[in-house]
């Protein structure tokens, strides 16, 4: 009864304290993995923060906000991710599941730009950084933005804007700016290409991290280079919550921080590009003016439940275009992590079945995650909230839930994709053709199936 009455006083106090339509900014770092920054996720977990790199400005907006220890991307590659986040789906839902999807099952009218602007038609919108798709973000809502842009986008030859973080930043305090004085709310999402391979950095910032260890010797990249780009994506992140503030504008700005996918970590299994924990698992950090920071939330929550959560505090009560699976997270950070998230369906759903040695789905549900490779027809059952590295296959000691788990995962997938692709899936026949991306990370690398369970 006591959670109920404080979770009620707080949805209360946060509905007074919205005299005018709330700002939503939205930070989405590329490739970052779950312990990419010097933020614990876990808080007493040191695996979940990094001991190499330095982030400052995330150190103190967790001190301002959430951090989720349980934050997934929508997909393990950066496209799928971020059709899920702008069409409030699950990839499969929305027949997006690799980059080369083009029959989407949804469309852009109902993204979540040109819902909110349909909600209120008083908001503004803005995407700089990396988009990724043949969709335009003009078609998607958005009123300024840097276009159709790919990964060698951000690979710049000034040496005072590397990766565009710095540019990016210019162009979001100057959106700013225009809103304020012409008296606009605004959704403003910035797609840094930072930390995604090739790795950049300002020749100041990497002297910092002379002598770490060249990661040359059997690791990704240059670790110093990767280091100071980090640092530099976070001094960035820095001058646009001070950019809030100069504007007094920060008491009414949501921000929300997070990643496209996961990487490779020393707790979790798998990396980019494959369905591991590793690969999903992702920083999240948002801050709601009014509510106590400091707060850390156990609960799941993935990358398609941001059209939820914008709708719901932007315009509380609209009804979302039909088929959106995301949930709001307003009553979780209104009750600091407590209360539920609400979702027409109760699973996570992924699906990977290109640039991969075993295609694969999984399926999330309560602390139980379930893998099934199409190629092997093998199912691996972990609990992932008592077996983060997904080291112990649960399937054979529980296999009434992994059938029922496998049966619901494949129900979701085939009712996504249709028949005929459902039923290539069935019979062993995966696209072909799509080799590696250009980027250099682990991505790139085929995985063992045996070797995704350490």
């Known amino acids: 009864m006591k959670t109920l009455i404080t979770s009620s006083l707080l949805l209360l106090l946060a509905g007074s304290a919205w005299a005018k339509a709330p700002n939503i900014l939205f930070i989405l770092a590329d490739d970052q993995s779950w312990s990419g920054t010097s933020v614990r996720m ?72 040109n819902t909110l602007k349909k909600a209120d038609g008083t908001y503004r919108a803005a995407h700089f950084g990396k988009w990724q798709w043949f969709h335009t973000p003009e078609s998607m809502g958005y009123d300024a933005s840097d276009g159709i842009t790919m990964n060698e986008d951000g690979d710049t030859t000034d040496p005072e804007d590397p990766k565009q973080s710095f540019s990016i930043t210019q162009r979001a305090g100057a959106f700013m700016e225009s809103q304020v004085r012409e008296g606009h709310p605004f959704f403003l999402q910035l797609s840094y290409y930072a930390v995604h391979q090739t790795p950049q ?20 990249g240059d670790r110093a280079v990767m280091a100071a780009m980090t640092e530099d994506l976070d001094t960035c992140v820095g001058a646009v919550l001070k950019k809030l503030d100069d504007l007094r504008i920060a008491e009414n700005t949501i921000v929300i921080y997070t990643s496209d996918n996961g990487g490779r970590t020393s707790l979790l299994n798998g990396g980019k590009g494959d369905l591991g924990e590793g690969g999903i698992r992702e920083p999240m950090i948002i801050r709601v003016p009014g509510l106590k920071g400091g707060v850390n939330c156990t609960t799941p929550v993935i990358g398609y439940d941001l059209m939820a959560t914008v709708l719901d505090f932007a315009a ?139």
């Open 42 to 113: 876990m808080p007493n977990e040191a695996g979940s923060a990094s001991r190499e790199f330095r982030t400052p400005n995330l150190e103190k907006l967790a001190a301002q906000g959430i951090t989720f220890s349980q934050a997934y991307a929508a997909h393990c590659k950066c496209e799928c991710s971020r059709a899920a986040i702008q069409m409030g789906r699950s990839t499969s839902t929305l027949n997006a599941t690799d980059k080369n999807a083009r029959n989407w099952s949804a469309p852009v009218t109902d993204s979540l730009v």
């Open 201 to 220: 950095a300002l020749a100041a910032t990497l002297k910092k991290y002379e002598g770490m260890a060249d990661a040359s010797k059997g690791g990704r």
């Open 316 to 454: 509380p009560g609209f009804v979302l275009p039909k088929g959106v699976e995301g949930g709001s997270w307003k009553p979780l950070l209104m009750s600091a992590g407590k209360a539920p998230v609400k979702r027409p369906i109760d699973r996570f759903v992924w699906h990977q079945a290109v640039e991969i040695e075993h295609p694969q789905s999984a399926i999330r549900k309560g602390d139980y995650k379930l893998f099934y490779f199409w190629d092997t027809k093998e199912g691996l059952l972990f609990d992932v909230v008592k077996d983060l590295g997904e080291t112990r296959d649960l399937a054979k000691q529980n296999p009434e839930l992994a059938a029922r788990l496998q049966a619901e995962l494949k129900a979701h997938i085939r009712a996504g994709l249709g028949e005929q692709a459902y039923a290539a899936l069935e019979r062993g026949e995966f696209p072909q053709g799509r080799g590696p991306g250009k980027g250099k990370g682990p991505g790139g690398k085929k995985k063992d199936a045996k070797k995704m369970v350490k």
